[in-house]
């Protein structure tokens, strides 16, 4: 397995063949935002736990979103439609971020440290990272965040406190990114709920493949702060 070249002056590590999980390519380095942008341009992520080294990821198959295969449940629409939620982008990254790295109901811990709430934290101060928010009540109760560069957005991490939250996050991220002509969203690894929004898995090589002519095209704005996503609202976002 290739270990890929993030940045020349920190040394990264191959982990020993044969010994970890599909998909590791390198330990060691730091989270600077250089690495970090460096590393997704390679499809390259970190995913670690507290009091480990940080473990630097690229799955094989890789799940992808393509905008336009988004599927919506029945359920889900009758949601949508009534509008319980109020979504917002950009307006609470930090917090989005806390709740995301909050305790599990598996009761395991989260891969989201300090380290990585105060790196993103910076890529967001940047331009690089957003949040997706869901509000009810006045209340945040679900969202996303994750990071966009040329015409991919590298999603991280989701969290819901109200039924149906995170996929209304999650549809209209999506929604906006229509707009945008953003080609696919990286959802990492697999899973069931995305999977039944239409995400589907490729392998790593042609993700790749993909990922290297998206990253070099031009990016959506880097001030996410319009309020209400252009999808629900009557006023459309002028694509940059």
């Known amino acids: 397995m290739p270990v890929y070249q993030l940045l020349e002056d920190i040394p990264l590590f191959?982990?020993?063949?044969?010994?970890?999980?599909?998909?590791?390519?390198?330990?060691?380095?730091?989270l600077s935002t250089e690495r970090l942008l460096s590393a997704y341009q390679q499809g390259i992520f970190p995913w670690y736990e507290e009091g480990q080294p940080i473990l630097w990821w690229s799955p094989d198959p890789r799940l992808i979103m393509e905008p336009d295969n988004l599927k919506i449940s029945k359920s889900l629409?009758?949601?949508l439609k009534k509008q319980i939620f109020e979504v917002k982008t950009d307006t609470a990254f930090s917090r989005v971020i806390e709740e995301c790295g909050g305790p599990r109901r598996s009761g395991q811990g989260t891969w989201i440290t300090e380290a990585i709430k105060e790196s993103y934290t910076k890529l967001h101060e940047l331009g690089y990272a957003h949040s997706v928010e869901c509000?009810?009540?006045?209340?945040?109760?679900?969202?996303?965040?994750?990071?966009?560069i040329g015409k991919c957005f590298f999603g991280e991490s989701m969290f819901a406190k109200k039924t149906d939250a995170s996929k209304v996050a999650f549809v209209?991220?999506?929604?906006?990114m229509k707009?945008?002509?953003?080609?696919?969203?990286?959802?990492?690894?697999?899973?069931d709920h995305l999977l039944s929004l239409g995400a589907h898995e490729i392998p790593r090589k042609e993700f790749l493949?993909?990922?290297?002519?998206?990253?070099?095209?031009?990016?959506?704005?880097?001030?996410?702060?319009?309020?209400?996503?252009?999808?629900?609202?009557?006023?459309?976002?002028?694509?940059?």
């Open 77 to 79: 629409r009758k949601v």
């Open 14 to 30: 191959p982990p020993q063949k044969d010994a970890e999980p599909e998909g590791l390519l390198a330990v060691g380095g730091d």
């Open 209 to 240: 493949e993909r990922l290297k002519n998206a990253v070099q095209k031009q990016s959506p704005p880097k001030n996410w702060m319009f309020g209400t996503p252009a999808w629900v609202s009557s006023e459309p976002i002028e694509k940059p």
């Open 172 to 176: 209209s991220l999506v929604e906006q």
């Open 179 to 191: 707009i945008w002509g953003v080609e696919m969203i990286d959802c990492q690894v697999t899973s």
């Open 135 to 148: 509000w009810f009540e006045k209340e945040l109760v679900g969202g996303l965040y994750g990071v966009s």
